[in-house]
């Protein structure tokens, strides 16, 4: 019980110290979030997709809101959330130093790493806020069990879980996707 209000502690002067200086700048990542966007585009007419931005962004929330209502994530399911999503950031950050060794290739090869770079960033960013969201809610505090939205909060907590479970995982494959496309084309210009 005292390592949770350490912890709450910890967090609200962490904030306090973000919102009160010019840390705040520091901590956005709405950067990642725009150009993670910017791939969403029809690859023959180099325009927004709006059947991509269905496909990436809503679909994946409305899974997260029917998942959500229906099925609440539980404590167990908690710790497994934790456990995959800390092992995939690890995995994504890696992909990362890779693509960034690759970056001196041909102008096409440099927009797919580019393109690439923008959604493992995302995922990145994705498994950050599913691992601390994850902790969160992970923590029995009875206060918060005593507030009279308790279970409206808890379903809206597991819609954004799994909101953003979805999404991770579509990107996983779009990140898939553009790898082994990359990795080919590597393979092609080497062989030439």
Known sequence: MKAVILGIIVL???LTICLFTNSLEKLNVSIIVKDYLTTLYDNRTKKNSKRDFTLFIILPIILGIVFGIFVPITKDFIGVLLTIFSIFLGLMLNLLVLIIDKKSLKQIINQLIKELFYSISFSILISILI????LI???NIEIIKKIYYYYFIKYLVS???????FLFCLDLFLILKRIHILLEAIHEDENK
Do not use: K, P, Q, R
């Open 12 to 14: 609200i002067f962490t």
């Open 131 to 134: 691992v601390i969201t994850a």
């Open 159 to 165: 819609i954004w879980i799994y909101s953003l479970i």
């Open 137 to 139: 809610s992970s923590l």
